[in-house]
């Protein structure tokens, strides 16, 4: 049995970097990929601008290790990514008791698509290429 996702689309965010007290590091990302959208028989249509209809999903990815620093240095909002890993689900109490449930992409590889959108330093490094 295999547990694998891959994922291509935008950053929505800048990543969010951080590390553990065991001194691990760890960098979530949140990638938006788009499919077609589709009316109640299940046909496409089109925008008001006449462009094919899309609907944005918004994936959790978290990223650890090497990998972290690397995504959390080079990685920016609006850049293209394709990640592969593995679906994680969730489950936690709230403050207030309730059971809340989660779902997110542990990443095992993420590529470098294009640089990012330019906001910051990340976005002029040509020497980041995709990282295992």
């Known amino acids: 049995m295999t547990n694998i996702a891959i994922l291509t689309g935008r950053l929505a965010r800048d ?3 951080r590390t553990t007290q065991s ?3 760890v960098t979530g990302i949140t990638v938006v990929t788009d ?3 589709r009316d109640k028989d299940g046909n496409t249509y089109k925008d008001e601008n006449g462009y094919t209809a899309k ?3 918004f994936h959790r990815v978290t990223c650890f290790n090497g990998l972290a620093k690397t995504v959390g240095q080079y990685c920016s909002k609006g850049q293209l990514v ?3 890993g593995r679906i994680h689900y969730t489950q936690w109490e709230d403050k207030d008791g309730v059971t809340r449930y989660g779902t997110e992409i542990l990443a095992d590889k993420v590529d470098f698509l294009s640089r990012g959108n330019g906001s ?3 976005a002029d490094n040509k020497d980041a290429p995709g990282i295992d």
């Open 15 to 17: 990543p969010e970097a």
């Open 23 to 25: 001194a691990t590091n």
């Open 35 to 37: 499919r077609p959208a």
């Open 55 to 57: 609907e944005s999903e």
């Open 82 to 84: 394709s990640v592969q």
């Open 120 to 122: 910051g330093e990340n």
